[in-house]
């Protein structure tokens, strides 16, 4: 069986294809390297390439006999999807369509995407269900509830099975510690947490300490990323089973606050560092919160992993981030 992993040099990309390799998939990892790095690319062969390059994709169709597309590579920064929709709309939905039309000639129907919780918008409540109301605040958010519901379409129209899977918070490292959370430029809290702690950031700024929550700062659900990529093996074990078109919400079910993941970082780190409480980040909902007991009946998927293996697995690799170029 191979995969063509679009976004496969990424942080949760790079992780799926190591897991993937190891139960004896092949491996091909297509990335154009603009946010990926080519150092994770150590598990299947690496063709450097961009999902919006409809001739090269097509080539690839042609040259290996692909069984299914998982796709990881998007634009993910809320912030900068405001000030710039396009960029999210060209990268995130026109290039994806572009991916979607070639296999679709090459008759590959089998695709296994990335979506996020970023589709719920400002849930109504917690925890949050698959089918609770999709009502994204940012075109981030936009760009991924466009291909979940043109993929249902593509499913009744064309026969395309596929698998959307909505991440709530990606953390934690591969045990290896030869790959771990990085991206290009960094914004997400527990890494920019590590880098506080390494003195390579002078503090870390808290968004927001006047929230409706426990101590005033947001609540996240994070999820080791080797949970999320076991999620995604049953996935593809799913749709080559021959079932059809599915999504699944992937968290821990567990909230944690912004202060709580900070405290719970000196403690394993044994490091101290300068907090700053500033203002909100404009879209930040107070609760991110999943329910993910549909991806557990139907898949049989259960995370592994706590808070304190997802802050240990991932300070035991940021620790040698500093030799990897970003
Ligand atoms: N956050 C923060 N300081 C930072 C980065 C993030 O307080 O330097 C907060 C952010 O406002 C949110 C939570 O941490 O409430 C998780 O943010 P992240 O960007 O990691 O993931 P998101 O929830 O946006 O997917």
Redesign the pocket.
């Known amino acids: 069986m191979a995969i063509l992993m679009a976004g496969g040099a990424g942080y949760i990309g790079s992780h799926v294809c190591k897991m993937l390799y190891e139960k004896g998939y092949e491996v091909i990892v297509y990335d154009n390297l603009s946010h990926g790095f080519k150092n994770f690319v150590k598990w299947g062969e690496f063709v450097p390439g961009d999902i919006s390059d409809e001739k090269l994709l097509d080539n690839i169709f042609k040259n290996y006999e692909i069984d299914a597309v998982m796709h990881f590579c998007a634009y993910i920064e809320?912030g900068e999807s405001v000030i710039d929709p396009q960029k999210y709309y060209i990268n995130n939905v026109e290039s994806t369509l572009i991916l979607l039309k070639t296999m679709l000639k090459n008759g590959i129907k089998k695709f296994i995407f990335s979506s996020?919780?970023?589709v719920y918008g400002l849930p109504e409540k917690i925890p949050i269900k698959e089918d609770d109301p999709k009502q994204p605040i940012n075109p981030y958010g936009k760009s991924k509830w466009m291909i979940e519901q043109i993929l249902e379409d593509y499913d009744k129209a064309y026969g395309l099975r596929s698998i959307r899977f909505r991440y709530f918070?990606a953390a934690g490292a591969d045990e290896s510690g030869e790959i771990g959370e990085a991206h290009k430029p960094e914004?997400?809290?527990?890494p920019?947490?590590f880098d506080a702690a390494l003195g390579v950031r002078e503090n870390?700024?808290?968004?927001?300490t006047d929230y409706d929550t426990r101590d005033g700062?947001?609540i996240?659900d994070f999820i080791h990323v080797n949970d999320l990529a076991d999620a995604h093996i049953k996935g593809l074990e799913y749709l080559l089973s021959g079932e059809g078109t599915n999504y699944f919400n992937l968290g821990s079910g567990e909230g944690y606050s912004?202060k709580e993941?900070i405290e719970k970082v000196k403690e394993i780190t044994k490091r101290d560092f300068e907090v700053i409480e500033t203002d909100?980040?404009p879209g930040?909902p107070p609760y991110?919160i999943a329910d993910s007991e549909k991806a557990s009946k139907v898949l049989g998927w259960k995370p592994k992993y706590d808070l304190n293996m997802i802050i240990e697995t991932a300070w035991n690799w940021h620790k040698k981030l500093r030799r990897i170029d970003r």
């Open positions: 809320v996020t919780a970023a918070n914004t997400h809290l527990i920019l947490i870390i700024k808290i968004f927001g700062t947001c996240r912004v993941v909100r980040r930040d991110l």
